[in-house]
């Protein structure tokens, strides 16, 4: 606000001097300043408003977008690692199976019984025997499968290196597909 002698405005208008010569007066550049004033007023409560809805959207758009990564991290665990899990229990059950009596022959492992019975009595007569061991080795080619899957989704190291181990497992004579 300027302040300029009323006697001064007066005589500069050419209107007569009162008995008040002296007051504040507005001149016309502090109303100017005073619109100036309130439009950068203004323009900081928009800009200040613009940059609240561009946080919030922002907030909003990464909880949606974390949301969306969490559900397809639980779909990829309930796809690959969960059937992982079910048929290497599957298979312990199965591998407990032939490690007792009759699939197994004294001081020998599983394939080694497995080949003693049938040179004895034939293929026919070890049927079971060798169901189960079709199904050990129908599950290690779905467990295989899985890895590879799921190792491109896989976020430690650790997994790369114990996936890698299985699949030493199955030598790539038998299946060579895994290897690829």
Same mark, same amino acid.
């Given at each position: 606000?300027?302040?300029?002698?009323?006697?001064?405005?007066?005589?500069?208008?050419?209107?007569?001097?009162?008995?008040?010569?002296i007051?504040?007066?507005?001149?016309?550049?502090?109303?100017?300043?005073?619109?100036?004033?309130?439009?950068? %007023? #203004?323009?900081?409560?928009? @800009?200040?408003?613009?940059?609240?809805?561009? +946080?919030?959207?922002?907030? !909003?758009?990464?909880? &949606?977008?974390?949301?969306?990564?969490?559900?397809s991290?639980?779909?990829?665990?309930?796809?690959?690692?969960?059937?992982?899990?079910?048929?290497?229990?599957?298979?312990?059950?199965?591998?407990?199976?032939?490690?007792?009596?009759?699939?197994?022959?004294?001081?020998?492992?599983?394939?080694?019984?497995?080949?003693?019975?049938?040179?004895?009595?034939?293929?026919?007569?070890?049927?079971?025997? %060798? #169901?189960?061991?079709?199904? @050990?080795?129908?599950?290690?080619?779905a467990? +295989?499968?899985?890895?590879? !899957?799921?190792?491109l &989704?896989?976020?430690?190291?650790?997994?790369?290196?114990?996936?890698?181990?299985?699949?030493?497992?199955?030598?790539?004579?038998?299946?060579?597909?895994?290897?690829?």
């Open positions: 606000m300027a302040f300029e002698t009323h006697s001064a405005t007066v005589q500069r208008h050419g209107l007569p001097l009162g008995a008040n010569s007051r504040p007066v507005l001149s016309e550049s502090t109303g100017d300043r005073m619109a100036s004033d309130r439009v950068n %007023k #203004q323009t900081v409560a928009f @800009l200040l408003a613009v940059a609240l809805v561009s +946080v919030l959207g922002g907030a !909003v758009a990464w909880r &949606h977008a974390d949301q969306l990564r969490h559900a991290r639980a779909q990829i665990i309930a796809m690959t690692l969960e059937p992982i899990e079910a048929l290497l229990d599957e298979n312990k059950a199965i591998i407990k199976e032939l490690q007792t009596e009759p699939f197994t022959e004294k001081d020998a492992a599983i394939l080694e019984s497995y080949l003693a019975k049938i040179r004895r009595d034939g293929v026919p007569k070890h049927a079971d025997m %060798k #169901q189960r061991l079709d199904q @050990l080795a129908e599950n290690n080619t467990i +295989v499968t899985l890895i590879k !899957v799921y190792s &989704h896989a976020k430690t190291p650790a997994f790369k290196s114990e996936a890698d181990k299985f699949r030493i497992l199955i030598p790539p004579e038998i299946y060579p597909e895994h290897w690829m």
